[in-house]
């Protein structure tokens, strides 16, 4: 065994292994198996080219980075977490009013609360263009993150 260590050169030729794992592009990293192994395995090998090796049509499982646009889906990501977290708040707490666990006072402060956290998020979502609809994650089967009001 040779103790260099191993650098992956690019443009380097790569000369067939047998039963070793494909290497991946960015649209793979979300797979759930390349070639029958996990795509996060540590024996999976990466290949950072833009252009993946086959042609996968239709896969729906892509990791699309604009320069133009990562702010604008970075905001739309924490909003969204932001969002759904203020929806589980503004639950928990209507439940709390219907039990009688709150004081007049704790009643008065939660609500302004989470009056003051819709009026932020709307103005953030204007801010970077969204709409509410804009911020609910469609999750396949399960259906969309944020129910539909």
Not at 99 to 114: F, I
Request: hydrophobic share 35%.
């Amino acid at each position: 065994m040779s103790d260099e260590p191993r650098h992956h050169v690019p443009d380097a030729p790569r000369h067939h292994v047998p039963d070793a794992p494909q290497p991946f592009t960015v649209s793979d990293v979300g797979a759930d198996a390349v070639d029958g192994r996990s795509a996060l395995a540590p024996e999976a090998s990466f290949d950072a080219r833009q252009e993946p090796r086959e042609p996968h049509a239709g896969r729906r499982r892509r990791l699309d980075l604009e320069p133009d646009t990562v702010e604008r889906d970075l905001v739309k990501l924490v909003l969204t977490v932001v969002e759904l977290l203020r929806q589980l708040m503004e639950r928990q707490a209507v439940r709390r009013f219907d039990e009688g666990d709150l004081t007049e006072e704790q009643e008065e402060r939660v609500g302004l609360t989470l009056m003051l956290l819709e009026d932020r998020m709307a103005e953030l979502r204007n801010r970077y263009g969204l709409r509410p609809e804009d911020l609910n994650l469609d999750l396949g089967p399960l259906g969309p993150l944020l129910p539909r009001d």
